[in-house]
């Protein structure tokens, strides 16, 4: 029998609509409104135009606060993710939508209630992003307030999306309701589901973190990990590592999707790119942002200190609380001995050192060249897809549409059409056994 050549692995893409993030360029004219919903449906416009796997929204839920005041250049509104969801799911057709939701300032049956409800609408193409905190900060806007300890984000989050899975399992497949029951350390809830299984059997469940927990927590339960690793030799790691653990649950790789949050520069030649990239790079990092980066680091207040002057000489504070809202900096003295050393090698500022070390875009080429990196990452293990994290809002994603899909399609990494309808079609995911 002659035996069928393999299909070359095909990139997944998902659009991310930045939040509040140091990310976008405000002083670009391009740039619109983060909270109007023209700019929301815009971008999943493209995003569907570009045959993306999903729409990906961040979640906020608390305004961030810098030297005991709310930090005014990233004060652009968070509306609540499936409020917006919802909303699109009426202006698009085949796009999943994926919203980032709080386990641990929320409960199972309501969330549960309210996914089931955005898979319905939108003909199964809900996802869910599960989260985790416990800064008491963001919490002081919740009744528990910052009750939960760190070492617990991921049990609750583990229960609380287990218990999800049950409410979402107590109608069979034909149709009929069944009483549920849960009882276990954080959640003990009976009663019945009011809405019947989604068309996708279950929501898509995502799941972003790097840690041990989070990595075996991803293994463990999700169908999507959102990353940070964006440098082939961290990705393929990270992407053994992941992937090397689902065996342990009875799962497959192709169970797991691993995509990296990623940017894109692009340009007509590589040195046009570069410079471009630089530039946005120079734009993001504003002299103020450059200032409120090296605080977050140092834990002091570094005001009088010139943004295109040397990094100060003095030692962080590794116990400061200076920035609220943020994720905390985990070795202070190490990050700043990092940054010392750089700046000291190239002869850099305050403000060269931020940008050298915070604002990197992944891709810089040309729009082949682009095509061509990407389609290696997924091609040797780095990656299963990325999600795309423009730098300009509603229009970012514009260039990467109409100049690198078709190069991705050209050379049989892309798809030229949605062959399914829900998320799960579209990400090569099984439904999920029904277990009533």
């Known amino acids: 029998m002659t035996r069928q050549p393999r299909q070359p692995r095909q990139i997944h893409l998902a659009a991310h609509f930045p939040g509040v993030n140091s990310t976008t360029v405000w002083t670009d004219p391009a740039s619109g409104s983060h909270i109007d919903f023209s700019s929301f449906e815009t971008l999943a416009r493209t995003a569907e135009r570009g045959l993306f796997d999903f729409f990906f929204l961040a979640e906020g839920l608390r305004l961030r606060e810098h030297k005991g005041r709310i930090h005014d250049l990233d004060v652009v509104g968070r509306p609540e993710s499936l409020t917006v969801l919802t909303a699109l799911a009426a202006v698009t057709e085949r796009l ?39 800064d008491a900060f963001t919490g002081e806007n919740f009744r528990r ?116 949050g990623v940017s894109y520069v692009l340009g007509d030649t590589a040195a046009e790119a570069q410079e471009k990239a630089a530039e946005i790079r120079r734009s993001q990092v504003t002299p103020q942002n450059a200032l409120l980066a090296l605080e977050q680091v140092w834990g002091v207040d570094l005001s009088a200190y010139d943004p295109d002057g040397p990094l100060p000489d003095i030692d962080p504070d590794p116990a400061s609380e200076l920035a609220q809202g943020r994720v905390p900096v985990a070795d202070r003295l190490a990050v700043a001995a990092r940054w010392r050393a750089l700046a000291e090698a190239k002869g850099l500022s305050i403000r060269q050192t931020v940008i050298e070390t915070t604002a990197r875009q992944s891709f810089v080429g040309t729009p082949d060249a682009v095509a061509a990196e990407l389609t290696e990452f997924v091609r040797t293990d780095a990656a299963d897809g990325f999600i795309l994290v423009p730098h300009l809002t509603p229009g970012g994603l514009d260039d990467f549409v109409d100049r690198v899909v078709p190069l991705l399609q050209e050379r049989d990494a892309y798809r030229t059409e949605y062959r399914g309808a829900t998320l799960r079609s579209h990400l090569g995911l099984r439904e999920p056994v029904w277990k009533g």
């Open 145 to 260: 307030g910052g009750y939960l300890d760190r070492a617990d984000r991921y049990t609750r989050a583990a229960e609380f999306l287990a218990t999800a899975r049950e409410l979402w399992d107590s109608w069979t497949p034909e149709g009929r309701p069944r009483p549920f029951a849960h009882r276990g350390r954080h959640f003990t809830i009976e009663g019945e589901f009011p809405v019947p299984r989604s068309p996708q059997g279950h929501p898509v469940v995502i799941q972003a973190g790097d840690s041990p927990e989070g990595r075996e927590f991803a293994a463990s339960a999700a169908d999507v990990v959102f990353t940070r690793h964006g440098t082939l030799e961290a990705g393929r790691a990270f992407y053994a590592d992941v992937k090397g653990r689902l065996a342990g649950y009875g799962r497959s790789a192709d169970d797991l999707k691993i995509m990296p």
């Open 96 to 134: 999943g939508l994926a919203g980032t939701v709080n386990a641990t300032f929320n409960e199972p049956f309501e969330l549960a209630r309210r996914f089931a409800s955005l898979d319905h609408l939108s003909a199964g193409r809900a996802a869910w992003n599960v989260v985790t905190t416990s």
